[in-house]
């Protein structure tokens, strides 16, 4: 097989639009962890089920002990929360969130997912998390964008112009 040039393959993926998540789970000592995503996947609705892609380190660890974690789609005010779940913490706004279905959903969010993980596939330098939904909820707020590596606000308003 022909490999394809890394650089190209990430341009092109960009090209998908996806919406902004953020996956939370609550670590050993029921602190919050969360962090960034966009491969959140619906697999199927009976059951409901999703797969989420994590890469090892803080937030693989803490998923595969518990078992369980939360995705939390975006508002499309949420780059903030998106910059500060993909390593730019910000300490003078910690992030607000409560919990919900015994994980940590933040305020604001677009949709909530309570996942329950059924499978791991390890791929490549990923886990993919596969969960049935033991509970969800949403509202009608429009959700934040990513499209060709930057952030959108709605129907395709570049954030960073």
Do not use: W
């Not at 693989?60 to 939360?70: D, L, Q, T, V």
């Not at 509970?135 to 060709?148: A, E, G, H, K, T």
């Amino acid at each position: 097989m022909r490999c394809v040039n890394p650089v190209v393959f990430r341009q092109a993926a960009s090209r998908f639009a996806t919406g902004v998540a953020v996956l939370t789970t609550l670590d050993e000592r029921d602190e919050v962890r969360g962090m960034t995503a966009n491969s959140f996947v619906t697999i199927s609705l009976m059951p409901p089920t999703v797969l989420v892609s994590v890469k090892p380190g803080k937030m693989h660890r803490a998923i595969s002990a518990r078992g369980r974690y939360g995705v939390n789609v975006l508002p499309e005010g949420g780059k903030g929360l998106s910059k500060h779940f993909a390593g730019g913490p910000s300490v003078d706004v910690p992030p607000d969130c409560e919990i919900a279905s015994g994980l940590p959903r933040l305020s604001g969010c677009v949709a909530f997912f309570a996942c329950e993980v059924t499978r791991v596939v390890d791929v490549s330098d990923h886990s993919l998390f596969i969960a049935e939904v033991s509970n969800c909820d949403y509202c009608d707020d429009l959700p934040l964008v990513f499209f060709s590596s930057r952030y959108h606000l709605g129907p395709g308003i570049p954030v960073d112009r």
